[in-house]
């Protein structure tokens, strides 16, 4: 990944639960993160339309979620190649996997060969959702203060902007309390872990549960890409395949980073 002329350049972007139809979306950064992208792929992780909201609040696109939408066509009119990727959220989209469009391309999954040679499954994640959630009134109780704690992130966001801060989730501050979410999140790593691994590919990119993350174990890469309700994240791949977590605040900033292959990199 670089920076030329302010532009965030990169071989492939990986990127998630948009939640475009909710309030909850940070919408007019993620208009500002994408006018500033040039890649050859952009994967859109899944969750990118919330049809759950829009279908239980007949929500609608407000200016900005719809500016999102121009940007994405307009990364497609400057060469990307975009390819969608619906999750949970935007299930019923599921029933245009196969479908090919001019720059876009919608799959149930893919599998992205770097530039390093190294293979990644990429999927949105709540395919593990069987294998990872535990229930009871404890995780049922969860789910529904969510969406109240998500409701005070942009309360605090509006209070941080008045006061000339700089973006803080206070959700993501929560979450990272809670000792049944952490267990909760890591058995979510383990099952895409395993997942990349029983299928012989070299890692996973994944998003759903809205806590970005790039890191080896096993000799397996986990890259989650975050989200744009908490987290601000993408995942970047770069010409030699190094893979990149970068938050965005009006500019890039890298979390993490993997490095790439090194025979195949110096190639």
């Keep these: 990944m670089s920076l030329s002329a302010g532009k965030l350049e990169a071989r492939s972007v990986f990127l998630s639960d948009l939640h475009l139809g909710s309030p909850n979306c940070h919408a007019e950064a993620l208009v500002d993160f994408l006018s500033n992208v040039?890649?050859?792929?952009?994967?859109?992780?899944?969750?990118?339309?919330?049809?759950?909201?829009?279908?239980?609040?007949?929500?609608?696109?407000?200016?900005?979620?719809?500016?999102?939408?121009?940007?994405?066509?307009?990364?497609?009119?400057?060469?990307?190649?975009?390819?969608?990727?619906?999750?949970?959220?935007?299930?019923?989209?599921?029933?245009?996997?196969?479908?090919?469009?001019?720059?876009?391309?919608?799959?149930?999954?893919?599998?992205?060969?770097?530039?390093d040679g190294r293979r990644y499954l990429v999927t949105h994640g709540d395919d593990f959702d069987a294998e990872v959630q535990s229930g009871g009134w404890q995780e049922w109780l969860g789910d529904q203060l969510y969406e109240y704690i998500l409701a005070g992130n942009r309360i605090t966001l509006r209070m941080r902007q008045r006061m000339g801060l700089r973006y803080w989730s206070l959700a993501a501050f929560i979450k990272r309390q809670s000792t049944l979410a952490e267990r909760y999140i890591e058995r979510y790593v383990q099952a895409a872990i395993g997942a990349a691994a029983s299928r012989g590919l070299d890692g996973i990119i994944c998003g759903h549960i809205h806590r970005p993350a790039l890191e080896t174990r096993d000799g397996i890469v986990y890259a989650n890409d975050g989200d744009w309700v908490e987290s601000l994240t993408a995942i970047t791949e770069d010409a030699h395949g190094q893979l990149a977590l970068v938050r965005w605040d009006g500019r890039a900033e890298t979390l993490a980073q993997v490095q790439a292959a090194p025979l195949l990199a110096a190639a």
Excluded at 55 to 70: K, T
Aim: charged fraction near 30%.
């Design 38 to 115: 040039r890649a050859r792929k952009v994967y859109l992780v899944g969750d990118v339309i919330d049809l759950w909201w829009i279908s239980q609040r007949r929500a609608r696109f407000d200016r900005h979620q719809a500016a999102v939408f121009e940007q994405l066509r307009a990364l497609a009119r400057r060469g990307s190649e975009l390819i969608y990727i619906p999750g949970n959220h935007d299930r019923p989209l599921r029933d245009l996997c196969g479908l090919v469009l001019p720059k876009m391309t919608v799959r149930r999954d893919a599998i992205h060969r770097a530039a």
